[in-house]
């Protein structure tokens, strides 16, 4: 089993929270990782573990024992219940712990019952620091899904293939997406065509026949879904028309290459888009690793009118972090120069150029490196 290296950050929340809700997606190792922590576990999608749950709850909550709610959101009477076992003892700490796949119905209900009471974190797929150097090299291609190929090999694509249709038959719809099963999986490849680009929701609704509305409405439920991720523009008074649009990128790589049809790392390479999927890429294993150490922040990236380009501004508060992407093995000074330039219209205190050069130069705080040079950095 790979060890997830979001399990200290785990536990440190339990020890200082009564409850924590870890969310994630589908598959992505949640229960798994919960039941290494040890306790009693309850799937709620299943009407005989609730019933179980309902009987066992006045022993389960006056023993020991850790409880496990998995999708708690499909059961949304038991957050009042965990309310109501947490108030009648507030000191005792690490008590529930909720797993959930839909992050807005979990928030919801979790606001209503378990504000001041609950910490949230999320568990990633796979991520490529947490794997085996001889399975790094295709985790780009096949994603971080555990069964999806990382750990499996033969089972990409056609794993990813099912994942989406049951996300699309039945989990979306059961979450309240309103559009039929065919209309979703059109939104999801045409949401893989533009990954990387300038979201346009009206384009996308003229090839649906749907309106600017409700195509955004059906983009809330894939981002809550933690399919995609709406990463929003850095605004800045710089005195420069900014771009106010936000970009779109597929979570996991995996996803995004089941569905444009891209079976082996040489396919993907002679793709038009694959400097889009390894930007992408990089994005969410920055944002994952910052997040599984605990480290709060904010993602953005910066787009100026006339050409001024950062694929991804971090905000830490106190400090700001400029990274620019580029699929490459030869990146040039040039390219250096001009991220230094742009990370300086906004005051950049970091900059790093990430590239899949061999060999990575520079300090702490400027340097032109690959993925394992810029994990380090990160660390």
Same mark, same amino acid.
């Given at each position: 089993m790979?060890?997830?290296?979001l399990?200290?950050e785990l ?5 200082r929270?009564?409850?924590?809700a870890?969310?994630?997606p ?5 229960? =798994?990782l919960?039941?290494? #922590?040890g ?6 999608? *299943? ?19 850790? !409880? !496990?709610?998995?999708e708690a959101q ?13 108030? *009648?003892?507030?000191k005792?700490?690490?008590r529930f ?6 992050a +807005? ?8 019952s378990? =504000? &001041?009471?609950?910490?949230? !974190?999320?568990?990633?797929p796979?991520?490529?620091?947490? #794997?085996?150097r001889?399975?790094?090299? @295709?985790h780009?291609?096949r ?5 999806? &190929?990382? #750990?499996? +090999? ?11 249709a049951?996300v699309? *038959?039945?989990?979306l +719809? ?14 999801? $490849? ?11 929701a009206?384009?996308?609704?003229q090839?649906l &026949?749907l309106?600017?509305? =409700?195509?955004?409405?059906? #983009? ?7 399919l ?9 008074n710089l005195?420069?028309r900014?771009v106010?649009? +936000? ?12 569905l ?7 396919t993907?390479?002679?793709?038009p888009?694959? &400097?889009?999927s390894w ?7 920055v ?19 006339d050409?001024h380009? !950062?694929?991804l ?6 400090? $700001?972090w ?10 040039t ?9 742009t990370?300086d219209?906004?005051?950049?205190? $970091? ?10 130069v ?8 690959n993925? @394992? ?7």
């Open positions: 790979v060890k997830r290296s399990l200290s536990r440190r929340r339990l020890a929270s009564p409850a924590v870890l969310v994630g589908r598959q992505c190792g949640k229960t =798994t919960a039941q290494t #922590l306790g009693a576990y309850y799937d709620l999608e *299943q009407e005989s573990e609730r019933l179980r749950l309902d009987l066992e709850w006045a022993a389960r909550t006056t023993g020991r024992a850790r !409880i !496990i709610l998995d499909a059961w949304p009477e038991v957050f009042a219940r965990v309310r109501g076992a947490i108030d *009648q003892d507030r005792r700490h690490g712990l909720l797993l959930g796949s839909v +807005p119905a979990l928030a919801a209900h979790a606001s209503e378990l =504000t &001041g009471r609950l910490s949230t !974190i999320e568990l990633t796979l991520r490529w620091s947490e #794997l085996a001889t399975r790094r090299a @295709s780009w291609l994603g971080g899904f555990p069964d999806g &190929g990382i #750990l499996a +090999p033969q089972a990409f694509p056609e794993w990813q293939h099912d994942y989406l049951l699309v *038959q039945r989990d +719809p059961a979450w309240g997406l309103p559009a039929k099963p065919q209309v979703t999986g059109r939104l999801l $490849r045409l949401l893989a065509a533009v990954h990387g680009q300038l979201w346009n009206s384009r996308i609704g090839s &026949g309106s600017y509305h =409700t195509v955004n409405s059906y #983009l809330d439920f894939l981002v809550g879904a933690f995609i991720r709406r990463l929003p523009p850095f605004e800045a005195g420069k900014l106010r649009s +936000p970009k779109l990128y597929w979570r996991d790589s995996g996803l995004l290459h089941a444009l049809n891209v079976p082996d790392e040489h993907l390479l002679n793709q888009w694959v &400097g889009a930007e992408g890429y990089v994005i969410e294993q944002i994952g690793e910052l997040a599984a150490h605990g480290k709060r922040v904010e993602p953005y990236f910066f787009r100026t009118s050409g380009e !950062i694929d501004v971090l905000d830490f508060g106190k400090e $700001r400029a990274i620019e992407v580029k699929l490459s093995a030869s990146p000074t040039a390219d250096m120069d001009r991220l230094d330039r990370a219209m906004i005051g950049a205190t $970091r900059r790093y150029l990430v590239s899949q050069t061999p060999r990575s520079g300090t702490d705080v400027r340097a032109s490196c993925l @394992s040079g810029l994990m380090e950095r990160l660390a």
